[in-house]
DNA sequence: CAATCTGATTGAAAGGTTTCAATTGATGTT
DNA sequence: AACATCAATTGAAACCTTTCAATCAGATTG
C-alpha cells in the first residue's frame, strides 16, 4: 500500500514536522537532512495525500468547472484553456456540465462544496448569483466564466458580448442586408442578452429591420427547429445573424432543405467561431471570441485568489471579439435590393 | 464558516457517532432521533466534508478521466456519458487531456494518485499499462475506456475497431472502388491498428488495392496537411477512409482545394460519426460509436467496482459500430471504372 | 565564562470524519 | 428475580497531514 510521512520520517531518521518541511518549508531544513528525506521519498515512492493535507491546511488545489454543456465546442476550448492552466499550477479540475439548467448546476454546486473544492468557475445557468453566495461564504475563490461580474466580490473574465452582437450586424448591414433576423437562445442567457443589445443597436441606428426568433437551446437541434418553424410561417429577410455557431449550422440545414442557398439568397453570420465553422457545408462567416484564453485568464484568476485569498484583489477581465468573414455572407443581391 | 458533524451532534443533543450513523448507517438508527439529527443538518446547512470522510473511510466518490483530447468531440461526447453516470452515483469527474503524451499523462496519473480518486478511467497513451501498476497496487479501480484490456485485473468497455474497420471498407467495395486510401493516425494508437486490420482484411480479401497513408494526429490540420502531401507525390485512388472524422474533414478540405469533388471524383468514408459530420461540406459517410454509451458503460464499471471491490468481477464491454452512409460516398463513377 | 542568539529539529495538537468495541436500557425468557 | 438478548447510542481511536510552540546544539557576543 502507498507510504505515508511517517514511513518516510522513520526511514530518514527525522521527525514527521522535519518531513513536512522538506514538503512545504524547505528554507527551514538542513541540505543534507533534506537530501535523506528526498532520498527516503524516492526509495518509498511515497506520494503525499491531498486530501489529509487539504483537511488540515483549508488549502485544495482543486478547481469546479461548471459550465452548460462541453459539447458546445466553444466550452471545450475554454475548458481546455482552463485546464492548461490548472495542470501548470499543479490543480485539477472537475468537469460539471449544467445544461443550463439550475436544478442540475445546484446539484454541483453543493458536490464541489462537499468536496471542499478551493475554487470554482462558473458559467451561470440563470442570473441570480445567490446560489454562490453560500460558496463564497465558506471562503471558495469564485471566478465567472464568459459572463462579467456584477459585484464587487468575485473576479470575471469575459468577452465584449455588445461589441460582439455589433460586429455581425454592422457586418450585415455593410453587405447592404435591410431586413435581418436574430436567431437566439434562451432569453436568459447573458451572453445572448448582450448580442442582441448590441446588435439592436446597430441595425436600429442604420435605420433596417431585424425580426427576432428564440430557439430553445444553443444547439444544432434548437437552430434547426426554429428556422423551420419561421420558413413555414413565411417569415422573409436576407441576413440570418445566430446567437452562436451551432444554432447557424442547425438553421442552415433548415433553410438548405427549404430550398434556399446561401450565401445567393440568405447570408448567414454566426457567433464563436468554432473549429467546425470553417469546414461547414458554406464556410460560415462568424464572431471569433477568444475561447482558450479565456478559459486561461479565468483560471489563472481562480488560481491566483486561492493561492493568496488575502492579498487577492477582485479582477474584471475582457476580451474584444472580432468578425471573421468566409462564404456564408455575401452583399445582398440586386433582385432583393430592388425587390422591395 | 461550514458547521460540522460535531454541530450538529450538539444540536441535536445526540453523539458525533450517532450522526455518522445516521448519514452511513441509516438502520441503525431510531427514527425520532434521525429526526432530530436530520433536522439539525438542514438548521446548520450542514455539508458533509468529502475530504475528511475519503481520509478515514479510504473510499472516494472522484473519478480520474483521462483522455487524448476532449476538443475531439468523439471525447466530448464520451465524457459526457462519463458524467452523467458519475453525478447519477454522486461521484464528480476531474477531466485530463493527455494529448496523447506519455509525459503528461504520467503526471495527470500522479497527481490523481495524490488526490487518492477511487477510480480512473483511461484512454491510454501508450501501448503500456505498467503505469497504472501502481495504481492498481493502491486500490485503484482503473477502467481502459475505449481499448480492450488485455488483462484480467482491469475492466474495460471498447468499441469493435476491427469491425468498423472492415464496415468502412466494405462500404467502399460495395460502391465498386478497387483503390482506396486508408488514411491513419499514430501507428501506437491502438484503436487507429484495429480499424486499419479491419480495413485491411476486407480490402485483401476482395483482391483490391489499398494505399496507407499516415498522419501525425488525430486533427483536421494533420489530416489536411497530409492529404496534400500525398496529392502533391500524386497518389492517385477513388476512395479515402479515414481513421476518424476529424481526419476526414481536413482530407476533404485538402482535396476541395486541388479541385477535386466529393463524391464524384473521390469517395470520403469517416469514423466516429461526430455531429459535425452530418453538417459538413458535404455530409460524411462514417462509422458511427456509440459514444455517450461507452462512456457511461466504463463509469458504471469503476463506479460498481469502487462500490464494492471485494465482490467486483472484472468486465469486458464491447458495443458495435455502425456504418452511416452520406453524400460524401457514392459509387466509383464509370470512366473510373474504365479508366484501369 | 555566562548569556544571548540563531538555525535546525521535534512533539503534540488539530482538522472532520468513520469505525468499532463498549455501554445503556428495555424487553423477553426461564 | 436473575439472566440473556437486542436495539440504540456512545466514546475513543484512527486516518495523514500541517502548524506551532518548545527544545536543542552551536555560534556569537559582552
Same mark, same amino acid.
Given at each position: ?79 481546455? &484553456?482552463?485546464? *492548461?492552466?490548472?495542470?501548470? /499550477?499543479?490543480?485539477? $479540475?472537475? +468537469?460539471? !456540465?449544467?445544461?443550463?439548467? @439550475? ?81 437566439? &437562445?434562451?432569453? *436568459?442567457?447573458?451572453?445572448? /442578452?448582450?448580442?442582441? $443589445?448590441? +446588435?439592436? !443597436?446597430?441595425?436600429?441606428? @442604420? ?89 486561461? /485568464? ?11 485569498? @488575502? ?30
Amino acid at each position: 500500500m502507498g507510504s505515508s510521512m511517517k514511513d518516510v520520517a522513520t526511514l530518514a531518521s527525522v521527525s514527521l514536522g522535519t518531513v513536512s518541511n522538506v514538503l512545504n518549508h524547505p528554507e527551514l531544513v538542513a541540505p543534507d537532512t533534506a537530501a535523506r528525506v528526498h532520498r527516503a521519498i524516492r526509495e518509498l515512492e511515497f506520494i503525499p495525500n491531498a486530501p489529509a493535507r487539504q483537511l488540515r491546511s483549508h488549502h485544495a488545489r482543486v478547481l469546479g468547472l461548471v459550465v452548460p454543456d462541453i459539447s458546445n465546442p466553444f466550452f471545450t476550448e475554454v475548458a481546455r &484553456g482552463v485546464e *492548461d492552466a490548472a495542470l501548470d /499550477a499543479g490543480y485539477v $479540475v472537475i +468537469l460539471c !456540465n449544467s445544461d443550463a439548467q @439550475a436544478e442540475r448546476e445546484d446539484r454541483y454546486l453543493a458536490v464541489l462544496e462537499s468536496q471542499r473544492v478551493g475554487g470554482i468557475l462558473i458559467t451561470p445557468a440563470r442570473k441570480s448569483l445567490k446560489p454562490l453566495g453560500r460558496l463564497l461564504g465558506n471562503g471558495v475563490a469564485v471566478t465567472l466564466l464568459d459572463n462579467e461580474a456584477p459585484a464587487q466580490d468575485v473576479c470575471s473574465a469575459s468577452v465584449d458580448d455588445r461589441m460582439g452582437g455589433a460586429l455581425a450586424a454592422e457586418h450585415a448591414l455593410k453587405l447592404g442586408h435591410r431586413r435581418l433576423v436574430w436567431l437566439a &437562445g434562451p432569453t *436568459d442567457i447573458p451572453q445572448v /442578452a448582450d448580442r442582441e $443589445v448590441g +446588435l439592436m !443597436n446597430a441595425v436600429r441606428s @442604420a435605420g433596417a429591420s431585424v425580426q427576432r426568433l428564440a430557439a430553445e437551446h444553443m444547439t444544432t437541434a434548437s437552430g434547426e427547429m426554429a428556422m423551420e418553424a419561421a420558413l413555414s410561417q413565411g417569415m422573409e429577410f436576407t441576413a440570418l445573424v445566430c446567437a452562436n455557431d451551432l444554432l447557424a449550422l442547425g438553421a442552415i440545414r433548415a433553410l438548405n432543405r427549404a430550398g434556399l442557398r446561401i450565401p445567393d439568397d440568405i447570408s448567414v453570420i454566426g457567433y464563436d467561431d468554432i473549429e467546425f465553422a470553417a469546414s461547414a457545408a458554406v464556410p460560415l462567416t462568424s464572431v471569433r471570441q477568444p475561447k482558450y484564453e479565456l478559459g486561461h /485568464a479565468a483560471a489563472r484568476l481562480v488560481i491566483s485568489e486561492c493561492e493568496d485569498p @488575502a492579498s487577492h484583489a477582485h479582477q474584471r477581465v475582457q476580451f474584444q471579439p472580432q468578425l471573421v468573414a468566409r462564404q456564408s455572407s455575401a452583399p445582398v443581391s440586386a433582385s432583393e435590393t430592388l425587390g422591395r
